[in-house]
Structures are given as structure tokens and as C-alpha cells.
């Protein structure tokens, strides 16, 4: 199976920062990655896939990028409402493995 | 936003079976791969399944195969998760998910709220 790691665990920033999530998985993916944005009490919601496509309806202040094994996910001018874990998740391979999560607080 | 709605969940003793199912609006559900993933409380996210647009290919985590079998109804424009030998690790909220493309890889563009499954021992 694939493993999926993410740093840093967990941040804190201030609303307008720009904050920027990584993502490593333990063998080349290629740009077979998604990020998904969970709300505290809410079911996740996908943000970014094949690496770097914006989901619709997804602010532009997202955005992702990367190949092989190393991605990222970045959010531009961070807003209040941005507060949340993020999960990078591989789909080269089954099982679809996620990463740990990353928690943003404001 | 396609509604997705879970369904079934509860507690159950550890060893039993419980079955969960995911509805789908019909015009969004037969050309799709659906997915089940799960929360355990204060936990990430871990993927347990997958069963393609015609219900022909499945696959599982390691740790719910031959326990879990995830069907699907395109006629009910349904998705099951059949759970046995349940143990109280397997305790979480189950999300279905669809899938962006009718095989099993690709991104999960639309999830239901969730449906919480308690083992007790």
C-alpha cells in the first residue's frame, strides 16, 4: 500500500497569511492526488484533485501542485472561515490511501 | 451537490453484523464508483472500500477484508456496506462517498453527512 505523510501536523496563522500543507507519499504517484477540506462536525469535502485541478466552486485562494511523490497544497490570503483539517489522498493505487490530516486554526 | 444520504448505523455488540446503506439520487448514482470511508471519533480519515459503477470490481482496506462486502443496486440506485464480525476498533462515523468516474480511482466529489456505528464490547 501506499503510505501518505503530511507536514506539519497541525498550524496556526493569522487571517491573511499564506499557509502551504505538504504532502510525501512512500512511492512515485504520479500527479494522482486529491485534498479534501473537513470542517470541525462536517464531512470533507474535496478542494483540489489530480494534483493541481480546482474543484468548482472552490475559492481561488487554493491551490495545489506537485508530481512523484511530493505535493502541496497552499492557501492564499487565509480567511477565518479556512479554519479546518485538510486530508491529501492518493488514488494510484487501491486502497486509496489518505494522509493523516492537517489542522489549521486562525 | 448531489445529495448522498447514509443510512443503518447504530450499536452493536462486538461479533455482530450490522449493514449499512447510501442512496443516491438515480440520475447521479449508476455511472459512478462509490466509496465508503470512516472517521473513528477524534481521528482522521481512513479508506475502507470502493465498488465500481456496475458492481462488477471491489476492493477493501486490509483491515475490513473478509469482513466488510460493499453492493451496489443501480436499480434502487442504492450502496450497501455489510458488516461482520465486527470488533470494537471498526467503531466510527462511515461516510459514503461518490466517486468522480464510473471505475474506482479518481476523486470523491460528493459525501453524505455520515452515519455513526458503536461496538460494544
Known amino acids: 500500500d501506499v503510505q501518505m505523510t503530511q507536514s506539519p501536523s497541525s498550524l496556526s496563522a493569522s487571517v491573511g497569511d499564506r499557509v502551504t500543507i505538504t504532502c510525501r507519499a512512500s512511492?512515485?504517484?504520479?500527479?494522482?492526488l486529491n485534498w479534501y477540506q473537513q470542517k470541525p462536525g462536517k464531512a470533507p469535502k474535496v478542494l483540489i484533485y489530480?494534483?493541481?485541478s480546482l474543484e468548482t466552486g472552490v475559492p481561488s485562494r487554493f491551490s495545489g501542485g506537485g508530481s512523484g511523490t511530493d505535493f502541496f497544497l497552499t492557501i492564499t490570503n487565509l480567511q477565518p472561515e479556512d479554519v479546518a483539517t485538510y486530508y491529501c489522498?492518493?488514488?494510484?493505487?487501491?486502497?486509496?490511501?489518505f494522509g493523516p490530516g492537517t489542522n489549521v486554526e486562525i | 451537490q448531489v445529495q448522498v444520504m447514509e443510512s443503518g448505523g447504530g450499536v452493536v455488540q462486538s461479533g455482530g453484523s450490522l449493514r449499512l446503506s447510501c442512496t443516491v439520487p438515480?440520475?447521479?448514482?449508476?455511472?459512478?464508483?462509490m466509496t465508503w470511508v470512516r472517521q473513528a471519533p477524534g481521528k482522521g480519515l481512513e479508506w475502507v472500500g470502493v465498488?465500481?459503477?456496475?458492481?462488477?470490481?471491489?476492493y477493501y482496506a486490509d483491515s475490513v477484508r473478509g469482513r466488510f462486502t460493499i453492493s451496489k443496486d443501480n436499480s434502487k440506485n442504492t450502496v450497501y456496506l455489510q458488516m461482520n464480525s465486527l470488533r470494537r476498533e471498526d467503531t466510527a462515523l462511515y461516510y459514503c462517498?461518490?466517486?468522480?468516474?464510473?471505475?474506482?480511482?479518481?476523486?470523491?466529489?460528493?459525501w453524505g453527512q455520515g452515519t455513526p456505528v458503536t461496538v460494544s464490547s
Open positions: 438515480r440520475i447521479n448514482f449508476s455511472n459512478h464508483g
Open positions: 489530480r494534483a493541481s
Open positions: 462517498a461518490r466517486l468522480s468516474v464510473p471505475g474506482m480511482r479518481g476523486y470523491l466529489d460528493n
Open positions: 465498488i465500481s459503477y456496475d458492481g462488477n470490481n471491489r
Open positions: 489522498q492518493q488514488y494510484d493505487s487501491l486502497p486509496n490511501t
Open positions: 512511492r512515485d504517484i504520479d500527479i494522482f
